[in-house]
């Protein structure tokens, strides 16, 4: 008769903990320069594949580990940062021009562009002849991109097709940004 001391064991399964401790010194090695995208991509498929702790080890072995000092600072300037950028986007928010949206009883598109044709004139020279077309479909307002050179946007991301908008929404075609307003 054999005992179980007489088996292979195989350590522990990794915890996850020990797994996201990993990928995150794979996060900041790459945000800090250390890596290139190639390897990180290729060290966080071998993390996640991973079955001992030395297997994660070796993936990390070359990367500092920060101290919780200096996480805690860079976390502390990120979210300031991170304020910075939202307080900036709620003053230009207010400051952008008002574009009207069209009496829902109107039932007619409103064409947005650099022609005289246009419901809209834009004369910017970002702005296509026939740049976008603003309508009521469905209780809902969609803007659509007619094909336009330099993009329509909706709060920062670029139109491809049609996207549905509302009071309040930034628009944006070519270089030039309105928020849209139901008043």
């Given at each position: 008769?054999?005992?179980?001391?007489?088996?292979?064991?195989?350590?522990?399964?990794?915890?996850?903990?020990?797994?996201?401790?990993?990928?995150?010194?794979?996060?900041?090695?790459?945000?800090?320069?250390?890596?290139?995208?190639?390897?990180?991509?290729?060290?966080?498929?071998l993390?996640?594949t991973?079955?001992?702790?030395?297997?994660?080890?070796?993936?990390?072995?070359?990367?500092?580990?920060?101290?919780?000092?200096?996480?805690?600072?860079?976390?502390?300037?990120?979210?300031?940062?991170?304020?910075?950028?939202?307080?900036?986007?709620?003053?230009?928010?207010?400051?952008?021009?008002?574009?009207?949206?069209?009496?829902?009883?109107?039932?007619?598109?409103?064409?947005?562009?650099?022609?005289?044709?246009?419901?809209?004139?834009?004369?910017?020279?970002?702005?296509?002849?026939?740049?976008?077309?603003l309508?009521?479909?469905?209780?809902?307002?969609?803007?659509r991109?007619?094909?336009?050179?330099?993009?329509?946007?909706?709060?920062?991301?670029?139109?491809?097709?049609?996207?549905?908008?509302?009071?309040?929404?930034?628009?944006?075609?070519?270089?030039?940004?309105?928020?849209?307003?139901?008043?």
């Amino acid at each position: 008769m054999t005992s179980s001391f007489e088996f292979h064991t195989y350590p522990a399964r990794l915890s996850d903990a020990e797994r996201d401790n990993a990928l995150r010194v794979l996060r900041d090695g790459v945000a800090l320069g250390r890596l290139s995208h190639d390897t990180f991509i290729r060290r966080m498929e071998l993390a996640l594949t991973a079955r001992r702790s030395d297997e994660l080890a070796a993936l990390t072995a070359d990367l500092p580990v920060e101290s919780r000092w200096s996480r805690l600072v860079l976390g502390t300037v990120g979210a300031v940062s991170g304020f910075g950028v939202k307080l900036r986007r709620a003053w230009q928010a207010e400051r952008l021009p008002k574009l009207q949206l069209p009496h829902p009883a109107s039932g007619h598109a409103l064409r947005i562009g650099r022609d005289p044709a246009n419901g809209l004139r834009l004369s910017h020279e970002t702005v296509s002849r026939v740049h976008a077309e603003l309508t009521r479909q469905g209780g809902m307002w969609i803007l659509r991109d007619l094909g336009s050179t330099n993009g329509t946007t909706v709060n920062g991301r670029r139109v491809i097709g049609a996207a549905v908008v509302r009071d309040g929404d930034q628009v944006g075609f070519g270089r030039m940004t309105f928020r849209l307003s139901s008043e």
